[in-house]
């Protein structure tokens, strides 16, 4: 028997003004959703940014908003709430802004809007896809400026709360349709949190049911929550929590068994229907996509068994004709052998570098297979095709491509079924990528230490160089450079400085092990060893004719030549990187290509055209889903180029942006070189004190990884302004002058000489 305990959640603060009332824990359980959401819950109340919760009627938005409030930075400021769907239109402005007595016809006396009264708490916009479209602009202009007007009056006031915003209306399609602004929906959705359906969480129903009953001093027994747990709740956990209070409410004793439920909720014995509808429920809830036809091919299969192969009987049984059952075999067979037969045409497109004409077959192949059950030999094609399809979208849209991702997840799954290691270590590359492009660093973390104990129970080199390749790159955005400095060792160990394409993976880790190899070398300072590197890198290039390994590495070229300064190289390398992605329909690098494009833009004075290039390249081609690599150093990036043409309110904007991606990640790698932007947005401002304490955490940072490049960068802020530095600094800079050798040379380094030496 389930007993009801009270629910203690010591993060759970009470201090909330009125009139908002916390709703019951609904969102609280074990599922791995509500767990994912309560851990990004966690991660953004930290930061003052708007949030935008997304979910279906009765998911429990309300009390996400709540959470995030008494979980956040001001949890004794007030919360307060307004649905817009309920407030009448001409009253909403009132009620948001407030008014000024007299502003209009009725306004006898001043009135504060919410905005005035949640101060630095948190204001709850929910349904704000019903907000007039009047109004938009104006709720957009709180969130850029930070301030608003009362209706009349003729000073705007400063709003120094969060805004959090809730919908179970498609905003997207809205902003499509013309009815929701699309820069407002921008603006809004910085950070969003999806709340499940109580479908997508079922195993959390036991412990609602308890949570409710403990309010009414009830209990349930096992068989009642049985039968409630295999019902389904279209009105999500506000329908199952008010049928437990009407089950609490109608009965007389302490404990609710079965029988009552049925009493009261059934009222009568189950019929053929009801069963075959249990029955359903149970199979959608299956771990396949391939529902029907599993059912389908798995109750002939066991009607052929029970009949010892006779297929008049198997007919008998299921209801159906023999020929019917002749029919669907032999329609297996054929789906079967046409899609084997397109996997294998798109292979050899693959060989030839010809990906576009590849995705076509696989994409047609992965429609034969979709409707066929998940068996073992199906199981195997199906993997072939996710995986190969996740591949050839990868080389053309990139690591963030949202069907690539997908068809990563799909083969993980499948490979799980099947238990192979070869096919699990493809999976599992796709898996981490997935998660690092979109900077979930613990779970791409996870995935490549996985990947690496795969590697190590197999015993298999190519197993294990992709999973050194998958912690190199994973640690180096966390900022664990001594993580990334020990896979690269170990990588070069045992691989020496060879290539070599892993018949496991698909892939060959050599180019970005050799990538990282250089960026950390040249971040810690270590130039000369750097240029060694480099030369390896070309040289790899040079002889490739893998189209997608050569755009990969051709990439890493640029990015490389952009560290070392090295302008010449840098204009030829990235023409290169834009002709090779051009050839090989590779959106994402040639997005990459185009950031840096922009800045030369940019740099040949033309700043409108540039930015506009950087911007399109960035949000369009490597990142039109969910990716977020790469976001912090293209915000310092753009963030430099908007200093340098003293374009201070983007400038602002761009830092928060940062900000935000860092905070919601944890990215840290470039966080010295964000702070240093900072700093120097604080002296355009004549704000000295505040960029000094900007500048001396970024030195602090980068002296304790040993990132001496981004210590030489500091370093030129102190000396081009010397009224900042006193002699402990000065004394840092002749130190941080003497570490580096003299075959070490880069652009940085040479100016910081001069300036020291009095040149």
């Given at each position: ?15 909330v ?7 019951d ?21 930290q ?14 938005k ?23 769907s309920?407030?009448?239109e ?96 921008y ?21 609602l ?5 403990f309010q009414?001093n009830k ?12 019902r ?6 506000r ?18 068994d079965?029988?009552?439920i049925?009493?009261?909720?059934l ?36 009607a ?11 007919a ?21 052998i046409s ?15 010809q990906y576009?004409?590849a ?42 491509s949202e ?35 979109k ?66 993976t ?7 092990c ?6 950390v070398?040249?971040l810690?300072?270590?130039f000369?060893a ?6 390896a ?6 002889r ?8 990969t ?7 490389i ?25 590779s ?49 310092i ?7 340098e ?19 919601l ?58 009224s ?8 840092k ?17 040479t ?9």
């Amino acid at each position: 028997m389930i007993h009801s305990q009270p629910y203690k959640d010591s993060s759970f603060k009470k201090e909330v003004t009125p009139p908002v009332r916390l709703p019951d824990n609904i969102v609280q359980g074990s599922s791995a959703c509500i767990k994912e959401l309560l851990n990004t819950i966690h991660k953004v109340s930290q930061t003052p940014y708007p949030v935008y919760i997304h979910g279906p009627t009765g998911s429990g938005k309300e009390w996400v908003a709540n959470y995030l409030h008494s979980s956040g930075l001001n949890p004794n400021a007030p919360i307060l709430d307004i649905n817009c769907s309920t407030i009448a239109e001409d009253l909403i402005e009132s009620l948001l802004f407030g008014h000024v007595k007299g502003a209009f016809t009725g306004a006898h006396q001043h009135h504060e809007g919410y905005f005035s009264l949640v101060k630095n708490g948190t204001l709850f916009l929910d349904e704000i896809g019903e907000l007039p479209l009047h109004l938009q602009p104006k709720l957009l202009r709180v969130l850029e400026t930070g301030q608003f007007r009362a209706i009349g009056a003729a000073e705007s006031q400063v709003f120094k709360g969060r805004v959090v915003v809730a919908t179970h209306r498609d905003l997207e399609a809205m902003v499509e349709a013309g009815t929701f602004r699309e820069d407002l929906f921008y603006r809004i959705n910085v950070i969003s949190l999806t709340v499940p359906s109580l479908r997508q969480r079922k195993e959390d129903i036991p412990f609602l049911i308890a949570h409710f009953a403990f309010q009414q001093n009830k209990t349930f027994t096992d068989e009642a929550v049985s039968i409630l747990t295999g019902r389904n709740w279209p009105g999500n956990v506000r329908e199952l929590r008010n049928t437990v209070l009407r089950m609490a409410i109608l009965s007389d004793g302490d404990v609710i068994d079965a029988d009552f439920i049925h009493q009261r909720l059934l009222r009568k014995k189950e019929t053929l229907e009801e069963t075959a509808k249990k029955i359903a429920d149970q199979l959608l809830c299956l771990d396949t996509d391939n529902t029907l036809a599993l059912i389908e091919r798995t109750l002939i299969q066991q009607a052929l068994t029970e009949t010892g192969g006779n297929k008049q009987a198997a007919a008998k049984k299921l209801g159906i004709h023999r020929k019917s059952i002749e029919r669907k075999i032999n329609n297996f067979d054929e789906v079967f052998i046409s899609a084997s037969t397109l996997v294998a045409s798109a292979e050899s497109h693959i060989k030839n570098n010809q990906y576009s004409k590849a995705i076509e077959h696989l994409r047609e192949a992965r429609s034969h297979i979709i409707k066929m059950p998940d068996l073992v030999d199906i199981d195997k094609l199906s993997f072939s095709i996710y995986i190969k399809l996740g591949i050839c979208l990868r080389n053309i849209e990139g690591w963030a491509s949202e069907e690539a991702i997908s068809c990563f997840e799909c083969a993980h799954k499948i490979s799980l079924r099947i238990g192979d290691t070869s096919e699990l270590s493809s999976a599992l590359l796709g898996i981490w990528a997935a998660e690092l492009v979109k900077l979930n660093l613990s779970a791409a973390n996870e995935a490549a230490l996985q990947f690496y104990q795969l590697g190590l129970e197999a015993n298999n080199d190519n197993i294990l160089a992709s999973a050194l390749m998958a912690i190199t790159n994973t640690t180096f955005w966390t900022g664990e450079l001594e993580r990334t400095s020990a896979a690269i060792d170990e990588y070069f160990f045992f691989r020496r400085f060879r290539s070599g394409m892993s018949s496991q993976t698909e892939f060959d880790p050599y180019p970005i092990c050799l990538e990282f190899k250089c960026i950390v070398e040249i971040l810690q300072g270590n130039f000369s060893a750097a240029e060694l590197t480099r030369t390896a890198l070309v040289a790899f290039t040079l002889r490739l004719s893998n189209d997608f390994v050569k755009v990969t590495s051709q990439h890493a070229l640029v990015w490389i030549a952009h560290l070392m300064d090295d302008k010449a190289s840098l204009q030829k390398e990235t023409e290169k990187l834009l002709s090779l992605s051009n050839r090989s329909d590779s959106s994402f690098y040639n997005g990459f290509g185009r950031i840096f494009l922009g800045e030369q833009t940019i740099k040949a004075n033309d700043y409108e055209a540039g930015q506009k290039i950087m911007n399109e390249a960035f949000h369009h081609q490597m990142h039109p889903e969910d990716g977020r690599i790469f976001s912090s150093y293209f915000h310092i990036m753009l963030g430099n180029c908007q200093l340098e043409s003293f374009d201070c309110e983007r400038l602002t904007r761009t830092l928060e942006q940062a900000n935000a991606v860092m905070q919601l990640t944890g990215e840290r790698i470039f966080q010295p070189l964000l702070l240093l932007l900072e700093a120097q947005n604080m002296l355009y401002k004549n704000q000295e004190n505040e960029a000094i304490a900007l500048l001396v955490e970024a030195w602090q940072i980068s002296e304790k990884q040993n990132l001496r490049f981004m210590m030489l960068k500091i370093s030129h802020v102190w000396l081009n302004k010397p009224s900042l530095l006193d002699q402990h600094q000065l004394s840092k800079l002749q130190y941080l002058e003497s570490s580096f050798g003299e075959t070490d040379i880069h652009p940085s380094l040479t100016e910081l000489r001069n300036k020291l030496s009095g040149k």
